[in-house]
């Protein structure tokens, strides 16, 4: 069982920045590809970008490229999401997600088996 705690979210303004974190209470040999999707209100839940976590590779979807940036912190078990550049959009509930398996990239939301609880992120325009 892993147990996935998010945390950052707020309120922002177009084209501020946040930084969400999602902290693991474990990491396996069989858990190691880490994920964020975001859900807003009346959309189904989506995709945003993924890690690796031995190789450090990195995958997104284009509508967060090079306004988002996935990373980890090996020693406090957490994974980051560093956004940028933020619009009214981007307004979501984000989650972190993890599975196990080496499909790479996974961005089905039926691929992964441990979710955070979310946390919000409101951008205002």
């Known amino acids: 069982q892993v147990h996935l705690v998010e945390s950052g979210g707020g309120l922002v303004q177009a084209g501020g920045s946040l930084r969400l974190s999602c902290a693991a209470s474990?990491?396996?040999?069989?858990?190691?590809?880490m994920a964020w999707f975001r859900q807003a209100p009346g959309k189904e839940r989506e995709f945003v970008g993924t890690?690796?976590?031995?190789?450090?590779?990195?995958y997104y979807l284009d509508f967060v490229k090079g306004r988002f940036t996935i990373s980890r912190d090996n020693a406090k078990i957490t994974v980051y999401l560093q956004m940028s550049s933020l619009r009214p959009e981007d307004t979501a509930v984000y989650y972190c997600?993890?599975?196990?398996?080496?499909?790479?990239?996974?961005?089905?939301?039926?691929?992964?088996?441990?979710w955070g609880q979310g946390t919000q992120v409101t951008v205002s325009s």
């Open positions: 890690i690796n976590w031995n190789s450090d590779s990195t």
């Open positions: 997600a993890t599975k196990y398996g080496t499909r790479w990239p996974s961005v089905r939301r039926v691929e992964y088996h441990y």
């Open positions: 474990a990491r396996t040999t069989s858990t190691y590809i």
